[in-house]
């Protein structure tokens, strides 16, 4: 079973950082490309990052320069770090694997909520 769990959302200043975790399980994580979307309210759900399961990332404009992402393969986990939070960046965040699409579509996890505001 295909299980996906996010983690590490919370309330941030604006200009802060955090940490996001996605822990995978369910299908062979080390060769699987991995993907971090978010869905703010209102709106469609979009892609954020994404990793190759050879450690190349892909971002999205608007995650460029500020969000990287990474996996560690021994522990079948994804990551997002985020800095320079920005309030248009508050949305529910989730992982899943694949790179053009969701590979998973059906198996989405609860997501992890990041609310920057002052």
């Known amino acids: 079973q295909v299980q996906f769990v996010e983690s590490g959302g919370t309330l941030v200043q604006p200009g802060g950082s955090l940490n996001l975790s996605c822990a995978a399980s369910?299908?062979?994580?080390?060769?699987?490309?991995m993907s971090w979307y978010r869905q703010a309210p209102g709106k469609q759900r979009e892609m954020v990052a994404r990793i190759t399961y050879y450690n190349s990332p892909g971002y999205a404009s608007f995650a460029r320069g500020r969000f990287t992402i990474s996996r560690d393969a021994t522990k079948n986990t994804a990551y997002l770090q985020m800095s320079g939070l920005k309030p248009e960046d508050t949305a529910v965040y989730y992982c899943n694997a694949g790179w053009q699409k969701p590979l998973y579509d059906t198996s989405w996890g609860q997501g992890t909520q990041v609310t920057v505001a002052s």
């Open positions: 369910g299908f062979y994580f080390n060769t699987n490309h």
